[in-house]
Each structure stands twice: as C-alpha cells, then as structure tokens.
C-alpha cells in the first residue's frame, strides 16, 4: 500500500481543517489506517485508527471528540477531520497502514506503510 496525506495548512486556534490519505496498492480496503502527528522535538503519537469495515474506530484521548476518522474504501482514502484545534494540535500528521490482525493498533510499529507526513500549524 502507498500512501498520500494532504490537506494541512496553517489555522487559527478554535479553527477546522480536513486531512486526506490517498492510497494506492490491492489491499486497502482490508488494511488498518491510522493517522499519527508529531511535533517538533518530541515523539510520533497516536492520534486515531480506523478498521477496514469502516465502523471501528479508536482514539487518542487528547483529540476525542474534536476529531474524526472515516474512511471511503471506494475512494482508497481515508480522511480526518479536526475541529477546535488548539496550538497543541500543531504538528506534521502522517497516515499509515497496516495489513495484519489485531485491534485497535495504536502503536507506530504496528504498521508497515507510511505516506509522508502534512504539516498542520495552528496560531493562538
């Protein structure tokens, strides 16, 4: 699976934005995608997974209830919605993918495919 996030940009606090993963490659529509950020000088965390069956989704509780995962497997993509973003929000968020079993994957070595990564700035 190849994968392609876009949709980041610079917004103010309060503000929304959506992000897009495009993906590539037979197997997606069986594939766990999950969306990761990280910040300047600190690790890549979790920030939401969705399951192949587009129903299952899991949360990192820092953006639960402002974000949301859904995914079009007609469209090979997957998207994110962010709401109320806050300045914390502020990091380059990568999409990933992941083939295997086990749910909710939430760890970035639980999965194999990555897209590079859409930076997302959000001013106070």
């Known amino acids: 699976v190849q994968l392609q996030a876009s949709g980041g940009g610079l917004v103010q606090a309060g503000g929304s934005l959506r992000l897009s993963c495009a993906a590539s490659?037979?197997?997606?529509?069986?594939?766990?995608i999950g969306w990761f950020r990280q910040a300047p000088g600190k690790e890549r965390e979790f920030v939401a997974t969705i399951h192949w069956n587009a129903v299952r989704t899991y949360y990192a509780d820092s953006v639960k209830g402002r974000f949301t995962i859904s995914r079009d497997n007609a469209k090979s993509a997957v998207y994110l919605q962010m709401d109320s973003l806050t300045p914390e929000d502020t990091a380059v968020y990568y999409c990933?993918?992941?083939?295997?079993?086990?749910?909710?994957?939430?760890?970035?070595?639980?999965?194999?495919?990555w897209g590079q990564g859409t930076l997302v700035t959000v001013s106070s």
């Open positions: 990933a993918a992941d083939d295997g079993t086990g749910w909710p994957r939430s760890r970035p070595d639980s999965y194999d495919y």
């Open positions: 490659g037979r197997t997606f529509s069986r594939s766990v």
